[in-house]
């Protein structure tokens, strides 16, 4: 434990230092991510598949902020969609459009969640979503996280429909973008992916703000025992087939990195926790005070010494 305390306390001064480049670098790596794994799975643009593409739209991104990279990767997508299909292409055009007016203009500092919820879906860790997004965020955050699973779900339907979308030619175009907005909208999959992370968002906030040792800890119990609890019933209600093997791997994984996420950012000793009481005209104030669980980095200096060697002299 104590060697895990230094290393947070190493790599919290390692960032101090040199975060300059560690930003540019964390945004570099994220889009990579996303330009790749899109490249992967709906890449129907010849052009846009080439390794150099990606490496470039990255290293751009690296010096953007998460507003703007989320928008680039938007645009990335579209691209690759208009390969296939125009009314897909539309219908992504304006789910972006209308969430940028609705959202994004007035909280753009989650953006970045409508491309990390598919990159995580895409690493089979979804679940990881709502526990991680609901400990160091709001309620609100449950819009783009609910965005991001519909991108996901909107780029599977057209990994698994592209030869449909590209051959149906004989259907008219306003009938072919009704099917397609009725296949997304009537999505029970996603209906229901959207429901339990939305849900276990909101439970996560509410746990963690009470005035509970661990509540952390706690929040991300009941998180995990939310979405299993929704996917479980919609499995039943709705009939859809939910892989258990691969459902609780994922919820293991997506705990452990919740866990290791909350020791780094929220770690605090309780033992030491203290409760203070004070008033002014109006209101009494009772504050409950937890420090943060610290340790001082060991401070290792090593001295070269260089031993003359000395002659005897002779007799």
């Known amino acids: 434990m104590m060697g895990l305390l230094v290393l947070k306390e190493r790599?919290?001064?390692?960032?101090?230092?040199?975060?300059?480049?560690v930003n540019p670098l964390i945004k570099f790596i994220f889009s990579?991510?996303?330009?790749?794994?899109?490249?992967?799975?709906?890449?129907?643009?010849?052009?846009?598949?080439?390794?150099?593409v990606p490496l470039v739209l990255a290293l751009l991104c690296s010096f953007l902020p998460y507003g703007a990279i989320s928008f680039l990767a938007s645009g990335f997508m579209l691209i690759?969609?208009?390969?296939?299909?125009?009314?897909?292409t539309l219908v992504m055009a304006i789910f972006i459009v209308v969430v940028g007016l609705l959202y994004y203009g007035f909280q753009p500092?989650?953006?970045?969640?409508?491309?990390?919820?598919p990159i995580f879906f895409l690493l089979?860790?979804?679940?990881?979503?709502?526990?991680?997004?609901?400990?160091?965020?709001?309620?609100?955050?449950?819009?783009?996280?609910?965005?991001?699973?519909?991108?996901?779900?909107?780029?599977?339907?057209?990994?698994?429909?592209?030869?449909?979308?590209?051959?149906?030619?004989?259907?008219?175009?306003?009938?072919?973008?009704?099917?397609?907005?009725?296949?997304?909208?009537?999505?029970?999959q996603m209906l229901l992916m959207?429901?339990?992370?939305?849900?276990?968002?909101?439970?996560?906030?509410?746990?963690?703000?009470?005035?509970?040792?661990?509540?952390?800890?706690i929040a991300i119990i009941a998180g995990t025992i939310t979405q299993l609890g929704v996917i479980f019933i919609g499995d039943i209600a709705l009939d859809v087939s939910v892989s258990v093997i691969g459902l609780l791997l994922g919820m293991l994984a997506s705990i452990?990195?919740?866990?290791?996420?909350?020791?780094?950012?929220f770690a605090v000793d309780y033992s030491r926790t203290e409760y203070v009481q004070f008033e002014d005209d109006d209101y009494y104030y009772y504050v409950k005070a937890v420090p943060k669980l610290t340790?001082?980095?060991?401070?290792?200096?090593?001295?070269?010494?260089?031993a003359t060697k000395l002659q005897r002299p002779q007799r």
């Open 295 to 306: 340790v001082s980095t060991p401070d290792v200096k090593v001295q070269k010494i260089n």
């Open 109 to 117: 500092g989650d953006s970045y969640l409508l491309v990390l919820t």
């Open 32 to 52: 990579c991510m996303a330009f790749f794994l899109m490249n992967g799975n709906i890449g129907f643009s010849s052009k846009l598949t080439e390794p150099f």
């Open 194 to 217: 959207v429901g339990a992370f939305a849900l276990a968002l909101v439970v996560v906030v509410i746990v963690k703000n009470l005035s509970v040792d661990y509540s952390w800890m």
């Open 124 to 188: 089979k860790i979804p679940y990881a979503i709502p526990l991680i997004v609901g400990l160091s965020g709001s309620v609100i955050s449950v819009i783009p996280v609910s965005c991001g699973v519909f991108i996901y779900y909107t780029l599977l339907y057209v990994k698994q429909n592209a030869g449909v979308l590209t051959n149906d030619m004989s259907v008219d175009e306003v009938q072919k973008f009704m099917q397609i907005m009725n296949s997304l909208l009537g999505n029970k």
């Open 256 to 265: 452990l990195i919740s866990v290791i996420y909350t020791f780094f950012v």
């Open 11 to 21: 790599l919290k001064g390692f960032y101090a230092r040199f975060d300059i480049y």
């Open 80 to 88: 690759h969609l208009s390969g296939i299909s125009i009314e897909i």
